[in-house]
């Protein structure tokens, strides 16, 4: 889900409604974390984004921004459309560390994910 924020930024809303899809989501390798978000929508790497994230299990939606830093279109047909956005240090690594508490055993896996 996509709306523009007043400030100029677009806000992305992303549930996450089991563990498994929130392990393909995830980046743990980019700098302050990243979540890999479907979407058909046009994006440039270094837009700047607000993101309200729901994680599995959890009540409460996380509000953070994030930039874009990589894109696959919709026009790659092997891929899943979206954007990679990796997270700002605002919340100084409380997603991240969200995430990571919930993904704790499968981090390791050999699993494919959508960014590598």
């Known amino acids: 889900m ?3 924020h007043s400030r100029g930024k677009k806000m992305m809303v992303a549930e996450f409604d089991n563990r498994e899809e929130l392990y393909r ?8 974390g ?3 978000i479907k979407t058909d929508e046009d994006y440039v790497p270094g837009d700047q984004l607000i993101l309200m994230v729901k994680l ?14 990589w894109v ?9 459309p979206g954007v990679g956005v990796q997270f700002s240090e605002e919340d100084n690594g409380r997603l ?6 919930l993904l704790a055993g499968m981090l390791d896996s050999e699993s494919a994910t959508y960014t590598m």
């Open 2 to 4: 996509l709306k523009r």
């Open 25 to 32: 989501c995830f980046m743990p390798f980019v700098a302050n």
């Open 34 to 36: 990243g979540l890999f």
């Open 56 to 69: 599995p299990d959890l009540k409460q939606k996380f509000p953070t921004s994030g930039k874009v830093v």
């Open 72 to 80: 696959t279109p919709k026009s790659y047909v092997s891929r899943v």
């Open 96 to 101: 991240r560390l969200n995430i990571e508490n």
